[in-house]
């Protein structure tokens, strides 16, 4: 198995996305570990369920 590209790191105030390749924070910041957003951005990469996650994740933070 390859390294992961995206992967969640602790922050003060929650979990921020790593880039690994591009070597730098891809998103927002997120209360909660964003798991089911990571498995799809290192796994099939559905855009459509991309942008579906990433919008109940930023509901969640309001």
């Known amino acids: ?9 602790g ?20 209360e909660l570990c ?3 957003l990571l498995d799809e951005l290192n796994g099939a990469r559905n855009y459509d369920k991309i942008t579906v996650l990433l919008k ?3 509901a969640m933070q309001r």
């Open 56 to 58: 109940r994740y930023r």
């Open 34 to 36: 964003p798991d089911d």
């Open 1 to 9: 198995m390859g390294r992961r590209r995206y992967v969640a790191r």
């Open 11 to 30: 922050v003060p105030g929650g979990y921020r996305i790593w880039d690994n390749k591009a070597r730098r924070w891809w998103g927002d910041l997120y």
